[in-house]
């Protein structure tokens, strides 16, 4: 187990995170994020979507780059697999928040990581998409995570990282409960 | 707080809307018993002196300790006076009631915590064919219509009402949020003597790193239960009881839905139920328990379904009621002074609040981890009680807001 604060590194600027936690308490407004993505179709399925500029702390803000996503069904669905499918994109959503926050909650729990890796698996009956039986959903019938965690710490405490992380991340909350979606056009 | 003003000669009344210990006549469920054993109430020169100590309370029993301790200390109570406001600064306030008004130096807000019970602002969109109740209108099984019941919120009261309606005949689904998952009696000893012996109950507000998220923490998901049986979620699910995540909202068809949620929930208190137990052990092996007490154990995890349901349609009629024990905030719609922070609650230094002379007690680790318990007015009304003569005889270094 990690002695001092200072032996511990995750990469995780835990200081920054709990100064921004204080400061935002008092200036709620501030906390009012926009998360955004455009979207380019390209032909057949695939389309390009891409990331740069969000909104947050009161102002617009930029990444440091454009960042590129190309989407498209696989030969299987008789497409070109220019890019992973959309449903996919979920999957590396839900994974990639839920593994930061095992990070962040390592790092302020004085936890050295030493690795930690995923896997992740979505089932989908496609007769729902398919439109062939309606009462079979579109979305994923369950989704399971499996990860493989090497850190200096116990198992109930290596337990508790990953129970936390569920608990504070964004895409697990979008997964698991209701958002309302609007789609307007033109 | 009524008791050590009256010890220290402060003049002083105590308003009450309806009789002494109003609202566990008028509020709670019938078959209630206190989730603290009898030993664990001890108010300044009164406490238990039956002959089941380890037992718990019934209502009744309740009712009539409270009533008899203000008996005892001759309490200069005013009953069936309600507050209609409280106005006012600094060592100039202005009660007024139903039945008059008072102006006093400092003010002592016992209203509690649980005045209104909060209920998510989709019920307004339930089918109106289920019946919709709250954990502070709910009395017994009987009122309610035959059929499904669909319990929401699994603490404390959740649970046992969940329990008493399923044997009742009614099949019942309990939806599952956050919860603090507990063993009843832990090695031989009830689980409050091992919180109270191990200092976690004295704990203080100022030693807890983030005391606004604990002072949000539901009830310990514990009962009184005569033959001191746990009563979690395995237990109910033995009895028949269909767990399911937690009510995130309503369809436009009528169908709820269910957080995908639920089995983090159960891994999160299971590991919270561990590390309190850890805390136990260590404590006791520290302080010569390990000979006496029966050796450490845990319970077995929760169990969840594979694939727990997500919906479940509401206008099928399956479901005839819907009781809401999804928890309390309390009403400070006749507090006219300016200490409400953002949320709506009263801000204080461990019940010392922002307008100097008045103070705060009675709510969830107000001063301690046991403050929302009978046993932690005690403590907490002495200390208070201190600051109040202090503040009267001047003796305060005055902050400037």
């Known amino acids: 187990m990690a002695d001092s604060d200072s032996s511990v590194d995750n990469g995780v600027n835990v200081?920054?995170?709990i100064a921004a936690r204080e400061a935002l308490g008092k200036a709620p407004q501030a906390a009012l994020f926009k998360w955004r993505a455009a979207c380019e179709w390209k032909n057949g399925t695939h389309s390009n979507s891409t990331v740069e500029g969000f909104y947050g702390l009161?102002?617009?803000?930029?990444?440091?780059?454009t960042f590129s996503f190309d989407a498209?069904?696989?030969e299987v669905f008789a497409a070109?697999?220019?890019?992973?499918?959309?449903?996919?994109?979920?999957?590396?959503g839900l994974a990639s928040c839920l593994t930061a926050g095992i990070a962040a909650v390592a790092q302020h729990r004085n936890i050295q990581l030493r690795s930690v890796t995923a896997v992740i698996e979505g089932d989908m009956d496609i007769q729902g998409?398919?439109?062939i039986d309606e009462d079979v959903r579109n979305g994923f019938g369950g989704i399971k995570v499996t990860y493989k965690i090497d850190a200096d710490a116990k198992p109930e405490d290596i337990e508790a990282l990953v129970a936390q992380s569920q608990k504070r991340s964004a895409v697990y909350d979008i997964v698991t409960n209701p958002t309302n979606v609007t789609v307007v056009v033109n | 707080m009524s008791r050590c003003l009256a010890d220290r000669a402060i003049d002083h009344v105590v308003l009450e809307r309806g009789e002494v210990a109003h609202t566990w006549r008028t509020e709670r469920w019938d078959s209630l018993r206190l989730l603290t054993p009898n030993w664990q109430s001890r108010l300044p020169g009164f406490a238990y002196d039956g002959d089941n100590p380890d037992g718990y309370r019934t209502l009744p029993e309740v009712i009539d300790f409270i009533a008899n301790y203000a008996?005892?200390?001759a309490a200069p109570v005013q009953t069936h006076t309600t507050v209609t406001s409280v106005g006012g600064s600094d060592g100039c306030y202005l009660v007024s009631t139903d039945r008059g008004d008072w102006r006093c130096r400092t003010v002592v807000l016992a209203s509690g915590a649980c005045n209104i019970a909060s209920v998510p602002t989709f019920a307004d969109r339930l089918p109106r064919s289920v019946v919709n109740v709250t954990a502070q209108e709910y009395r017994n099984p009987h009122n309610l219509p035959d059929g499904g019941v669909l319990v929401v919120g699994a603490s404390s009261s959740g649970t046992q009402i969940a329990h008493e309606i399923h044997r009742s005949g009614r099949a019942v689904t309990l939806s599952v949020g956050e919860h603090i998952r507990a063993p009843r009696v832990y090695r031989g000893r009830d689980l409050e003597w091992w919180m109270d012996a191990a200092g976690v109950l004295d704990q203080r507000y100022d030693e807890i790193e983030d005391i606004a998220r604990a002072r949000r923490v539901p009830s310990l998901q514990l009962a009184g239960t005569p033959d001191r049986s746990t009563l979690d979620l395995n237990a109910l699910t033995e009895i028949g009881v269909k767990i399911v995540g937690r009510f995130a909202g309503i369809t436009e068809s009528g169908s709820a839905q269910f957080a995908g949620s639920l089995r983090n929930m159960c891994a999160l208190s299971d590991l919270k139920m561990g590390r309190l137990l850890d805390l136990i052990d260590a404590w006791a092996r520290e302080n010569g328990f390990d000979d006496v007490a029966e050796p450490p154990q845990r319970l077995p995890p929760t169990r969840v379904e594979g694939a727990p349901p997500l919906g479940m349609d509401l206008t099928a009629g399956e479901i005839k009621t819907i009781v809401w024990a999804t928890g309390y905030r309390p009403d400070y719609s006749w507090l006219k002074v300016p200490v409400l922070d953002r949320k709506g609650l009263v801000r204080h230094d461990g019940g010392v609040v922002a307008s100097p002379g008045m103070y705060l007690i009675g709510t969830q680790f107000l001063r301690r981890r046991k403050s929302s318990l009978i046993d932690g007015a005690?403590?907490?009304?002495?200390?208070?009680?201190?600051?109040?003569a202090a503040y009267l005889d001047g003796r305060l270094v005055r902050e400037r807001a």
């Open chain 1, 58 to 65: 009161g102002a617009e803000q930029q990444h440091k780059r």
């Open chain 2, 71 to 73: 008996k005892a200390i």
């Open chain 1, 15 to 17: 200081e920054a995170l």
């Open chain 1, 129 to 131: 998409i398919l439109g």
């Open chain 1, 80 to 92: 070109e697999d220019k890019g992973a499918t959309p449903v996919e994109y979920v999957l590396v």
């Open chain 2, 378 to 388: 005690a403590d907490d009304a002495r200390d208070l009680s201190d600051h109040l």
């Open chain 1, 72 to 74: 498209d069904h696989p």
